[in-house]
Structure formats: structure tokens, C-alpha cells
């Protein structure tokens, strides 16, 4: 199979609890590469274009306020089915069923606030990594 690429991003909630040296542990651990890793503090443009598919849902508003509520930790992995392989590390959307031995079933629980802050995030198909990257990595 082909090399790919996928945009991992440590949301603010992972940054703020000192957990990204554990996440990138997990995904180095699965034998990814780490292509690029920046602290960024988010603008409203960038996660208007890298949320785009969720306007107009109800959590869209309050997703983009958590994302801008401090730095993201914008990761590029590569590797052999690294996009399916690193979704498969972070778990359910929902870390309240996330599975134990995952990111977010380990780490992440609901703690009754309107967003689920589910640590990372992780490009879905090969078009979202390249759209994605493009947004976190110009030129890259
Ligand atoms: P994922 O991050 O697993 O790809 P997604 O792309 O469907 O999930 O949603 C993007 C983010 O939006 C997700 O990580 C957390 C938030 N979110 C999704 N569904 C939600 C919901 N029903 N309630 C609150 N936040 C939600
Ligand atoms: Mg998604």
C-alpha cells in the first residue's frame, strides 16, 4: 500500500493537560513518522475552512470557540494507512464510548460542557488530509 499522509491535530483540552507528549508517544509507538509538529494558536478563518463540513450544525459554534480557546498542537504522520490506522488510535468522536486502550477512551471524557473535547483530531479520507494539511502546513 501506498505512503500516506494525515493532519493530526492535539486540541486545546490535550495542550492545556499536558498530553501531548503521551499522544505522539502512541502514534510514534504504531511506527508513524512525524513529518511536521507546531504549536498554533488557531484563527477563526483557519477552522471556518478545516470545519467547514460541520457549519450549520448545532456544536459548530461552540467546536470553533473551544478550538480558539488556546494553542493546537498541528502534527503531519505519515506511514501505511497511517489515515484509518490513526483515527483507529483516537477512538470514537464520542469519549464517553470510546473504547479503553484508545486516545480518547483512556484520556477523554465528557465533563458536561456543550463540546465534546475529545483531545485530537485526525483527517477522515486521503482528499481531507491533503485539504487539511494545506490549511495547518501551507506548502507542505
Ligand atoms: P471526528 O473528530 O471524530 O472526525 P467529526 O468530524 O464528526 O468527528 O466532528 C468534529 C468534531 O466536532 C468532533 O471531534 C467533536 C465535535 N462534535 C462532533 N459531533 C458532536 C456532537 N454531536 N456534539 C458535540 N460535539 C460534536
Ligand atoms: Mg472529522
Known amino acids: 500500500p501506498a505512503i500516506e499522509r494525515t493532519l493530526i491535530l492535539v486540541k486545546p483540552d490535550?495542550?492545556?493537560r499536558g498530553l501531548t507528549g503521551e499522544i505522539l508517544r502512541r502514534v510514534e509507538a504504531k511506527g508513524y513518522t512525524l513529518a511536521a509538529v507546531e504549536l498554533q494558536h488557531a484563527t477563526p478563518d483557519q477552522l471556518a475552512t478545516h470545519y467547514a463540513e460541520h457549519e450549520g450544525k448545532p456544536f459548530y459554534a461552540p467546536l470553533v470557540e473551544f478550538m480558539l480557546s488556546g494553542p493546537t498542537l498541528a502534527v503531519i504522520a505519515e506511514g501505511q494507512g497511517v489515515?484509518?490506522?490513526?483515527?483507529?488510535?483516537?477512538?470514537?468522536?464520542?469519549?464517553?464510548?470510546a473504547a479503553p486502550g484508545t486516545i480518547r477512551g483512556d484520556m477523554a471524557r465528557?465533563?458536561?460542557?456543550?463540546?465534546?473535547q475529545n483531545l485530537v483530531h485526525g483527517s477522515d479520507s486521503p482528499e481531507s488530509a491533503?485539504?487539511?494539511i494545506a490549511i495547518w502546513f501551507p506548502g507542505r
Do not use: M, N
Open 14 to 16: 490535550g495542550v492545556r
Open 83 to 97: 489515515i484509518a490506522g490513526f483515527r483507529s488510535l483516537a477512538g470514537a468522536t464520542d469519549p464517553t464510548a
Open 110 to 116: 465528557d465533563w458536561g460542557l456543550k463540546v465534546q
Open 130 to 132: 491533503e485539504r487539511e
